[in-house]
């Protein structure tokens, strides 16, 4: 039996808009971005080694998985953030809709506020992997899905870092000048860094 979809009443509705204008998703993007800064910072403190007969050992930073899952969920805010500001309807009836997915190369190209999505499209199908599987869980739903943990390579982290900036600072730009999202709601964002 299928679920009836589930309705809100208009002061839900624009409490929901508020809490999912792009300003949010901004401030949410910069927090996750801070932390895996933090930990990309204390690379090397904690190391693990496997050790098999016969196989050479395998070593890698115990903060790799973790750095990749906050910049993958990072970047996935900036991008709705983006994609909200250019397309309010997304947050209208209570609800998220057209931005449901992890996948960030393919919310990248839905954005025409992002700049360079073909070149750049290398950073957002690595984040996208290890946030689909081996960032998020120690394993997939099946054999099929058993892929190794990447690796937060200095080139992958120099990129992703210069792209959040501009992102950032693109967003900032656009709040100043304000947002209108559903119901009229309205808003204008002054930013003192």
Known sequence: MARAAKTFTHDQELAF??????????????SLHDQAVTLWRNQ??????????????????????????????????????????????????????????????????RSSLVPYQTRDNWVFEALSEGNLSWARYPCGRDADDVRPEGQFTVDLWVKYCAMMGAYANKLRKLLTKGWTGPYGHHGTWEFTD
């Open 17 to 30: 808009v508020d809490a999912a204008n792009p300003h949010q998703w901004l401030l949410t993007a910069i």
């Open 44 to 109: 090397g403190r904690a190391l693990t080694t496997l050790k098999r007969p016969g196989q050479p050992d395998e070593t890698w930073d115990d903060t790799n998985r973790a750095t990749f899952l906050l910049a993958a969920f990072a970047m996935e805010n900036m991008l709705k953030a983006l994609l909200i500001y250019e397309n309010p309807a997304f947050v209208a009836g209570g609800r998220l809709t057209e931005v449901a997915s992890h996948d960030l190369a393919k919310l990248a190209v």
